[in-house]
């Protein structure tokens, strides 16, 4: 069973398009996060939900928006893509209830996003 | 701005040698610190993390050194094998944060050659 899924692995868009990942748990986390992580590996969090509630937003464009329907679900939609979007888009998820050293973030496979 | 810097960026080590990726965190109080490790093509994956309680933590062939004074830590594998040839990064965790937020380091490229 898959922990954290996404959904496209991979997406090639032009520029100035909308497109949409996908991202859910069933590890019964109520926390989620959207990580990018750019072609040098660097590794940023963008946005973090708790129970459904916005809690981190790392100074991100609001071209950027994230949606959490529910506990078990984070999508990210993003407008107008530009060239600099492109990077792997990495979600996880974690519990915040508890002893803090269980608390490991739990990541999905990744979505490539190439813009052209 | 809070940062957690990582050397090297890329390390080769013998099949059966000691890999040593260090990183060194500045000004801000962080109180967990985990270490991840990503295959090409995957998601990280926790490796092992440490409280500042602690200045050791050992689990199997990986042992996370953490001098807190000098707000440094360092990961250790011992006896490297090519399969622990992937990426490798250290994070903080901002007090208070609960683990809302994650500060990774740069990422070292670790190559065991067989």
């Known amino acids: 069973d898959t922990a954290v899924s996404q959904t496209p692995k991979y997406l090639v868009t032009q520029m100035g398009n909308d497109k949409s990942i996908k991202c859910e748990q069933n590890?019964?986390?109520?926390?989620m996060y959207w990580y990018k992580q750019d072609s040098k590996k660097f590794l940023k969090i963008m946005f973090s939900?708790?129970?459904?509630?916005?809690?981190i937003n790392e100074t991100v464009p609001n071209r950027f928006s994230p949606k959490s329907p529910d506990k078990a679900h984070l999508n990210l939609h993003i407008n107008s893509l530009e060239l600099g979007d492109s990077a792997v888009y990495f979600c996880?998820?974690?519990?915040?209830?508890?002893?803090?050293?269980?608390?490991?973030?739990?990541f999905g496979p990744g979505t490539r996003l190439t813009v052209l | 701005q809070q940062q957690v810097k990582q050397s090297p960026q890329s390390l080769i080590v013998q099949k059966g040698g000691i890999s040593i990726i260090n990183c060194a965190y500045e000004n801000t109080a962080f109180d967990y610190f985990p270490w991840y490790q990503q295959f090409p093509g995957k998601g990280p994956a926790l490796l092992i993390a440490i409280r500042p309680d602690v200045s050791e933590k050992k689990e199997g062939r990986f042992t996370i050194s953490f001098n807190k004074s000098a707000k440094q830590f360092s990961l250790h594998i011992m006896d490297s094998q090519p399969g622990d040839s992937a990426t490798y990064f250290c994070?903080?965790?901002?007090?208070?944060?609960?683990?809302?937020?994650?500060?990774f380091g740069t990422g070292t490229r670790l190559k065991v050659l067989a």
């Open positions: 996880a998820s974690s519990r915040t209830s508890g002893a803090r050293l269980r608390n490991e973030q739990f």
């Open positions: 939900y708790n129970n459904k509630e916005l809690i």
């Open positions: 994070a903080a965790s901002p007090t208070g944060s609960g683990t809302y937020k994650y500060i």
């Open positions: 590890l019964g986390h109520d926390t």
